[in-house]
């Protein structure tokens, strides 16, 4: 007998994860859950997905990251950036800096402009709390008792501190909750993690749900194909360990690969775009343009300067006593090097007067190299970050065969208007590494240089460092059947197929002002709540397709 379930889910990272665990809580519910990647529960890597700054020893080997790449344009001089992607339980929230941000209340009153009823800041912000385990102070807009654990590091290193002082020296606001009404400033960053560990979606929601009889987790599992007949998703088709096989869906087939993977799958099944699907090799089984346009990212420059005093995490022969410690440290304490996620602090900044911030910094207290290794140099650095693009990009087919990567076109820059702001954000990065604060602990601007000081020059300047947040979003956008580019409807059906939903970061129809972990995440709770609804209610959710029809 072929295998079939009430729901088959796409994809273990910051939304599958969530899915599972919401949807397999109901004993009557089904649940099938695909990853390509392998367990997080396995040694050794379950050691590296636990530890913060584990993600160094993961983000190297094809086995754990997609290894994606963005294939830049003419504005920036045609480089290729580097574009990790988690592929394990988990997904990028194995990988990721964990780091705690919802997004502005701003960025929910534009989904609902664009004609995403139900998607407001008074309708997300009961599906933050209830993922949420905050270790701090009862707040309105917090929650407690829930899976996610929502904490402050133990530990800090010395430049956090120093940087943050540097930052209200310059005028800024302190804020210690960026959770809070209040979006602007610089503090400490809110991260996932448990007592110094890192709590992927994984971790927080899939681990919990695993040992339930009605969920079944096929890892290292590749999807070829969602198929589809008759304009309803009917399953999927496989590959794992050399055999394909399809896996049939009673309900709904639902999408979370992420915003890369989700469109590319999407593609590859004959939805999307008509010209571009023949141009690939693939038959169109339903036209839907959308599909792998409006690509959103946050282009992010940086601002590297040496640290002569020493704090930073290197690999130097000053520091070789306290890296040599760092393991016992975390060991006993969870304290130190190896419970850092590198970035440990940042804040938001309006450029343009208007109050609301359009730029992003993280700080990195350590210089960002190789992925494979510590540095060896002292430095720290500021990533600015555009947190609201008007450039748009595109998700393409590089050929009809699963096994071959997408084509990722960010398009950064192709509306000057990112740069302005990107520039305006650099120079008050600048200005804060000037502060008193910073003055025993920086040295010479390492990247992109201190001769670089017109809009002219750090134009150019800013085009060859320029890299990404590694937010991709958009590709799958909600909307309403009358906009020409959206992909599903504001419950994150499919428009034109039945039983298949797209539910991940790809349905944001305009970028989340800051980490899409977290905003993904709610995204998969809110979708959750609609499809148990619509369970409980007849006739409001998609049809339901006979078992026996499934059966060989």
Same mark, same amino acid.
Not at 505 to 511: D, E, L, N
């Given at each position: ?19 599972? $665990? ?34 160094? /020893? ?11 790449? +963005?294939?830049?344009? #003419?504005? @920036? ?22 780091? &705690? ?6 960025? &929910? ?6 004609? $995403? ?5 008074? !309708? ?9 385990? &905050? ?58 993690? *448990?007592?110094?560990? *890192? ?6 929601? +899939? ?31 496989? #590959?794992? $360990? ?28 004959? @939805? ?10 693939? #038959? ?32 130097? *022969? ?45 700080? +990195? ?11 060896? $140099?002292?430095?720290?650095?500021? +990533? @600015? ?29 192709? !509306? ?6 990107? @520039?305006?954000? /650099? ?5 804060? /590494? ?35 947040? &590694? ?21 994150? *059906? ?8 797209? =539910? ?6 305009? =970028? ?41």
């Amino acid at each position: 007998m072929t295998r079939s379930f009430d729901y088959i889910i796409i994809g273990s990272g910051s939304a599958g994860s969530v899915l599972a $665990n919401r949807l397999s809580a109901d004993p009557n519910i089904s649940v099938a859950l695909i990853e390509r990647g392998p367990s997080d529960r396995k040694w050794p890597v379950n050691i590296k997905t636990i530890m913060p700054i584990g993600n160094i /020893f993961l983000i190297p080997h094809a086995r754990y990251n997609w290894q994606q790449q +963005l294939s830049g344009g #003419e504005a @920036i001089d045609g480089r290729v950036i580097g574009f990790p992607r988690g592929k394990l339980f988990g997904g990028c929230s194995a990988i990721n800096g964990g780091v &705690y941000i919802r997004g502005q209340e701003e960025d &929910y009153a534009g989904w609902v402009q664009a004609g $995403n009823p139900g998607w407001a800041w008074k !309708d997300v912000l009961p599906a933050f709390k209830r993922l949420e385990n &905050y270790h701090g102070p009862d707040k309105p807009w917090h929650g407690k008792g829930a899976e996610l654990d929502v904490e402050k590091p133990t530990s800090y290193n010395p430049l956090t501190t120093a940087i943050i002082e540097a930052a209200v020296q310059a005028g800024h606001y302190r804020n210690d909750d960026f959770a809070s009404e209040r979006k602007d400033g610089f503090g400490r960053y809110d991260l996932n993690q *448990r007592r110094g560990t *890192r709590l992927s979606a994984a971790r927080a929601f +899939l681990h919990p749900a695993m040992g339930r009889a009605n969920l079944s987790v096929f890892e290292e599992t590749l999807v070829r194909r969602i198929v589809v007949d008759d304009g309803r998703a009917t399953g999927i088709e496989i #590959e794992r $360990n050399g055999k394909r096989d399809i896996l049939h869906a009673k309900s709904e087939v639902l999408v979370s690969a992420g915003a890369t993977n989700s469109p590319h799958l999407l593609m590859l099944s004959g @939805i999307g775009d008509r010209d571009a699907l023949s141009d690939a090799g693939v #038959e169109t089984k339903h036209e839907l343009p959308g599909v792998g346009a409006h690509l959103q990212d946050h282009p992010t420059v940086h601002l590297s300067v040496e640290n002569p005093s020493g704090e930073s995490y290197a690999m130097s *022969r000053s520091s070789f006593l306290r890296n040599a410690l760092a393991p016992f440290r975390y060991l006993l304490r969870r304290q130190g090097m190896f419970a850092s996620n590198v970035a440990e602090c940042g804040g938001f900044v309006s450029t343009d007067g208007s109050g609301r911030p359009d730029i992003q910094m993280t700080f +990195l207290v350590g210089l960002k190299g190789n992925a494979r290794v510590v540095p060896s $140099n002292h430095g720290f650095m500021a +990533l @600015i970050q555009l947190l609201r693009p008007n450039s748009e990009g595109r998700v393409r087919l590089a050929s009809n065969r699963p096994e071959d990567k997408p084509i990722i076109e960010p398009n950064f820059f192709d !509306d000057p208007r990112d740069m302005a702001t990107l @520039i305006a954000g /650099f120079r008050e990065a600048r200005r804060i /590494f000037d502060q008193p604060a910073l003055a025993a602990k920086r040295g010479k601007e390492l990247e992109p240089g201190a001769e670089h000081v017109s809009d002219a020059e750090l134009d150019t300047a800013l085009r060859r460092i320029v890299n990404t947040a &590694y937010h991709p979003t958009g590709t799958c956008k909600m909307g309403p059947a009358s906009d020409p580019l959206a992909v599903v409807d504001h419950k994150l *059906r499919m428009h034109g197929i039945e039983g298949l939903r797209v =539910i991940d970061a790809s349905v944001m129809p305009t =970028i989340i002002s800051g980490n899409t972990s977290a905003p993904t995440m709610m995204i998969a709770q809110r979708a959750a709540d609609f499809i148990l609804e619509e369970r409980r209610t007849p006739g409001q959710g998609p049809s339901r397709v006979a078992e026996t029809e499934f059966q060989s």
